[in-house]
């Protein structure tokens, strides 16, 4: 902590002067000549103090040119200011900073900062304020618990007859409590600094009366005052920014959640990983200078209208609108293969969908489900989900969809994420629901008998909902421009994101793959990705799910894709790339009834992974009449290139993958790289240029959901949307896809990228697949490739004996071909029986985790397996 931030103020109060501690920036920037143009007042919780807020003082400080000054006060009986002898409840303590910031003489608007308790003292504050009020900034805290539900467990023991003394003032315990909450560990300097004002019990006064103002029911003498607070943020239009660390076992999302309803038009990020000391987690300093430099310091509003009020009218042509020119057809639009608990298909015609489809959202609308509501549907693809995403569409509720492949703990991250008020679930999703104390109001797909409900919380079933909504009305059809649907992303990359869609969006997205594909009435769609399938309805295909986990892309056999394609006469197959090869591996088991139906198809999709060439070429032998394409897409827009198999020949190769031209009314652009690997602000079309592939499309997302820094750097260039994928254009206008943004190697001898090297690697006959990564610091990173040996016999890759379970470093003679195929420079070459992938495709590399491992093993760690 810098010393010149450190002063003592003495200002009046309800019970006579008293003596603050505070950082304050404002005599730096007089020295330096800058007026202050705003005003942060930053307020600390318990037990901590103005140290919280350092970092942000700094950084303040050390950007004259935003000409914001910083106040972080200690609060009366905390920190190093006056321990004053005296109980101060909350509507004092709120005085008491009026009276602290009337002696200040803050000549500015203020923007008030908060964190845990002293984000209701900061409230208190800008409530009482709204004449100086510029905005309001918020870390983990709470203005309102839900009646009925207990307090966290923390604080109900540091509350309980006995400990609350003892554990508060008489010993350390709750200061050191609260230091053990840092994600990472705090360093030991910071954790005595944090100790420096608490050395004894009579120092520590503060920390157990602050406890004891908790207001945990009406009765309580703060209680009053908090419902004044909290009634009054409602009324704050001021721009507010909402920053969270959501592994707080103390303020959880349930808090975020309600500061959200209380702030619609809040901008929201939070920091997955991180938790109640936010500040020390991660860097919050620069985003809030960000937004400030943004919005209040452009004079622009920094917070975004809440989506369920904005909107421009109904949509030409919504998503069901197939479902209601075909209320009178008893042709079929969806088929299930194999519904759980049933042992035949289940085949649903045009009107029996669509009278299901009323039906459910009449039912949800009269069950309480508004426009607006989050539902998140934990059912697996088939005729109940594809029934209740246009349910949930056609009455204005917001779609979740977060599915198994993320695995438990990604899952349980994106449902608390995305905060829904509604969960649908088949009984396996109730339990997980019921496990991890998910939130929202539990629906289950299937009847349950009452102790089964009550065991997993249901409050209602869908046979309850098609019952409410025989005789209820439906609401107004939403507007085209609120949201319609929150998309998870695979978690490859890192947690998974919450994508955000309009309802214009995902009708564009409808009409960018009909118009590609020329996908509509008449088309059998067999869709073993979950995507696709939804959209059938809205394409006008009649779709089939094959029997098959979605959520593990290699359990798709060829008996079940040729099952699937004979029962609706598919013309069109999507299938991920690890379902391909299980689908060729299988091959052998088709009959010829099999061979015929995939015969008929006409064009195959295969996306999310690289594909290599012999692959589909091979799937062109299954499917013969049928062309191939491996469209490039990504949950933040599903469709942006395309090429087919004969143009994927007639490109030849590159640095990269060709994944084609834009499809449609997309654009692509390229933001080139610098010396240092990182992307430019400015965007290119010249063809051979490397950096980030940057797109804008009308189907593309509109925003990530609660992720406020991550939508700001993806949309950098208004309009346009920054993938995180890195590649070039050539001279005919064909991407070329290269990996990561997060691989990319800085290497002394300049930038590499990894999958040109892994092609050509992947070329040799001793090798079945290849990862190419880079350890060491930025700049002076070292290339190490990690390699699998080729299996089977064939005369160009004859078969090699297996390196067993044990990794192993290159032999000299493959270790020299590699080098010299990678056409780069490498430090070392290992041999693994098989790469790590990511858990939803089960086809992309998982290199940031083999790049860890290689540090980890030639720093003299231990060889064995990633």
Not at 141 to 154: C, M
Not at 632 to 638: D, F, N, S
Not at 698 to 712: A, C, G, V
């Amino acid at each position: 902590m810098r010393p010149e931030f450190s002063r003592l103020v003495t200002a009046p109060g309800p019970d006579g002067d008293r003596t603050w501690h505070l950082l304050d920036n404002g005599p730096v920037l007089a020295a330096a000549g800058v007026t202050p143009r705003l005003t942060l007042l930053c307020v600390h919780g318990n037990p901590t103090w103005s140290y919280l807020w350092r970092k942000l003082v700094s950084a303040a400080a050390d950007a004259p040119q935003h000409a914001v000054r910083v106040i972080a006060v200690d609060q009366l009986d905390m920190g190093f200011s006056e321990r004053t002898g005296s109980s101060r409840s909350l509507p004092t303590r709120i005085a008491d900073l009026s009276a602290l910031t009337g002696q200040l003489g803050i000549d500015t608007q203020v923007v008030t900062v908060g964190h845990d308790w002293g984000g209701v003292v900061s409230l208190g504050w800008a409530v009482d304020h709204p004449d100086q009020l510029a905005g309001v900034i918020l870390t983990n805290t709470a203005v309102h618990h839900p009646a009925g539900e207990p307090i966290p467990a923390p604080l109900r023991l540091a509350l309980a007859k006995g400990v609350l003394p003892r554990g508060t003032v008489t010993t350390p315990a709750f200061l050191q409590t609260t230091l053990a909450l840092g994600h990472p560990a705090l360093s030991p300097e910071t954790k005595t600094a944090y100790s420096a004002p608490y050395p004894n019990s009579a120092q520590r006064g503060g920390i157990g009366a602050f406890v004891a103002d908790i207001p945990v029911n009406d009765s309580h003498p703060s209680f009053a005052e908090l419902d004044r607070v909290a009634t009054g943020v409602r009324e704050l239009t001021v721009p507010a920014l909402l920053l969270w660390g959501p592994k707080d076992p103390i303020f959880d999302d349930r808090y975020l959640r309600d500061l959200i309803a209380r702030l619609p038009h809040a901008d929201v990020h939070r920091f997955e990983g991180a938790g109640h000391l936010l500040a020390e987690d991660v860097d919050i300093a620069t985003p809030i200078l960000d937004w400030l430099a943004e919005g209040l310091l452009a004079a622009q509003p920094c917070g975004r209208e809440a989506t369920a009020e904005a909107g421009s009218g109904p949509s030409a042509e919504p998503l069901w609108a197939q479902l209601e020119q075909r209320a009178d057809d008893d042709s079929t639009a969806f088929v299930e293969m194999a519904p759980p608990g049933l042992k035949r298909r289940r085949v649903v015609s045009w009107r029996r969908l669509n009278d299901q489809v009323l039906a459910l959202a009449a039912g949800l609308h009269a069950s309480g489900v508004r426009p607006g509501h989050r539902v998140s549907l934990l059912v697996p693809p088939g005729a109940d989900l594809t029934a209740l995403i246009y349910a949930c569409l056609r009455i204005g509720a917001i779609v979740v969809i977060a599915d198994a492949g993320l695995g438990v703990k990604g899952l349980s991250r994106a449902v608390r994420g995305a905060g829904p008020d509604y969960i649908v679930a088949i009984a396996r999703g109730l339990a997980a629901a019921r496990a991890f104390g998910w939130p929202g109001t539990k629906i289950s797909v299937e009847p349950l008998n009452q102790t089964t409900r009550r065991a997993l919380g249901v409050e209602l079933t869908l046979p309850d909902l098609l019952r409410r909504g025989i005789d209820a009305e439906l609401p107004a059809p939403p507007a085209a421009d609120v949201t319609a649907a929150i998309l998870f992303t695979s978690g490859s990359t890192g947690p998974a994101k919450g994508v955000v869609y309009t309802h214009r969006q995902l009708e564009a997205m409808r009409d960018a793959l009909a118009g590609r594909f020329d996908i509509g009435p008449g088309t059998g769609l067999v869709a073993g990705f979950a995507p696709f399938a939804l959209l059938g309805p809205a394409l006008g295909a009649t779709s089939v799910s094959p029997d098959m986990d979605v959520t593990a892309p290699r359990t798709l056999t060829a008996r079940a894709l040729a099952e699937a394609a004979q029962a609706v006469e598919a013309t069109v197959v999507f299938a991920a790339p690890a379902a391909l090869r299980n689908v060729l591996a299988t091959a052998g088991d088709l009959d010829h009834t099999g061979r015929r139906a995939l015969e008929q198809v006409r064009i195959v999709l295969s996306a999310g992974a690289p594909i290599p060439e012999p692959l589909l070429t091979r799937m062109a032998g299954l499917t013969p009449n049928a062309s191939l394409h491996t469209p490039y897409g990504m949950t933040e827009a599903l469709l942006v290139t395309d090429i087919s198999l004969d143009q994927i020949r007639a490109a030849g190769s590159s640095e990269g993958v060709c994944v084609g031209e834009p499809a449609g009314p997309v654009q692509v652009a390229i933001a080139a790289f610098d010396a240092e690997g990182v992307p430019s602000a400015e965007l290119t079309n010249s063809p051979g240029v490397s950096g980030e592939i940057v797109i804008s499309a009308p189907h593309m997302k509109d925003h990530y959901d609660r992720l406020w820094i991550t939508q700001r750097l993806s949309a950098a260039n208004p309009g346009w949307h920054r993938t995180g994928d890195i590649g070039h254009l050539d001279g005919d206008g064909r991407l070329w896809v290269e990996g990561r943004l997060a691989h990319v190697i800085t290497a002394p001898d300049g930038i590499h990228t990894p999958v040109g090297p892994e092609q050509r690697i992947e070329a040799l006959d001793q090798v079945g697949s290849a990862a190419v990564v880079g350890i060491g610091p930025p700049g002076a990173q070292q290339v190490v490739v990690i390699v699998t040996p080729a299996r089977g016999g064939t005369a160009r890759r004859p078969r090699l004996a297996l390196p067993g379970r044990r990794p192993r470093l290159a032999g000299t003679t493959l270790a020299a071909q590699v080098r010299k195929a990678a056409g780069i420079p490498v430090a070392a070459v290992f041999v693994l029986p098989q790469l790590p992938t990511d858990i939803r495709h089960d086809s992309k590399i998982d290199r940031a985790r083999l790049a860890a491992w290689a540090d980890r093993v030639l720093a003299g760690g231990r060889l064995t397996r990633p």
